[in-house]
């Protein structure tokens, strides 16, 4: 609760200071939304499908890796009581070297993933994103918020002629949801 009405208080604080300069001046506020913008473009279900690919692909072969040690493990389980203490030291060494790679092939492909993400999203966020700044242009607006940012809503009210997401969507060439579920 309280962090909510910090950032009520800061964005109050931002309005004041930034009208300042343009007193005298109507401020224009429009909202959109961003992310059912995104969600509705055909690139962004490709982008989707491309990195579900290189997910099951990665999936495949983590799950190979985690078969190769179980094996590994349950063979050495096995023959473990007729090892030396030499060869049961070794065995267990590759066991936790085995362990080792698995964990970085882990981290190496949600690296890889989280990259290529942002290599598919960034030419699309940035399309959104000039749409959006067209028609704040076109309309005049001094300002346009996202009307849900991080899942939860930045606006407490906001009057329905002020949502610009159908004009962004538009200028894109997106077609419209059957139902908006902004509304």
Same mark, same amino acid.
């Given at each position: 609760?309280?962090?909510?009405?910090?950032?009520?208080?800061?964005?109050?604080?931002?309005?004041?200071?930034?009208?300042?300069?343009?007193?005298?001046?109507?401020?224009?506020?429009?909202?959109?939304?961003?992310?059912?913008?995104?969600?509705?473009?055909? !690139?962004?279900?490709?982008?989707?499908?491309?990195?579900?690919?290189?997910?099951?692909?990665?999936?495949? !072969?983590?799950?190979?890796?985690?078969?190769?040690?179980?094996?590994?493990?349950?063979?050495?389980?096995?023959?473990?009581?007729?090892?030396?203490?030499?060869?049961?030291?070794?065995?267990?060494?590759?066991?936790?070297?085995?362990?080792?790679?698995?964990?970085?092939?882990?981290?190496?492909?949600?690296?890889?993933?989280?990259?290529?993400?942002?290599?598919?999203?960034?030419?699309?966020? !940035?399309?959104?994103?000039?749409?959006?700044?067209?028609?704040?242009?076109?309309?005049?607006?001094?300002?346009?918020?996202?009307?849900?940012?991080?899942?939860?809503?930045?606006?407490?009210?906001?009057?329905?002629?002020?949502?610009?997401?159908?004009?962004?969507?538009?200028?894109?060439?997106?077609?419209?949801?059957?139902?908006? !579920?902004?509304?």
């Amino acid at each position: 609760m309280r962090t909510k009405w910090i950032g009520l208080v800061a964005f109050l604080a931002t309005t004041f200071v930034t009208s300042g300069p343009v007193l005298g001046q109507a401020i224009k506020i429009g909202y959109t939304d961003a992310q059912l913008i995104v969600a509705q473009m055909s !690139e962004y279900r490709t982008i989707l499908s491309q990195l579900q690919g290189m997910a099951d692909s990665g999936q495949s !072969e983590y799950q190979g890796l985690i078969k190769s040690y179980q094996e590994k493990l349950t063979d050495y389980q096995k023959k473990q009581a007729l090892l030396s203490d030499q060869a049961r030291t070794t065995r267990e060494q590759e066991l936790t070297t085995m362990q080792g790679e698995i964990q970085q092939f882990l981290a190496n492909k949600e690296r890889e993933l989280a990259q290529r993400e942002e290599e598919l999203m960034n030419p699309l966020l !940035e399309r959104v994103q000039n749409a959006i700044n067209s028609v704040a242009g076109e309309r005049g607006l001094t300002l346009v918020l996202n009307a849900q940012a991080s899942g939860s809503p930045v606006l407490l009210y906001a009057d329905s002629s002020m949502d610009v997401t159908e004009l962004v969507m538009d200028k894109l060439g997106i077609p419209k949801p059957a139902q908006s !579920e902004n509304q």
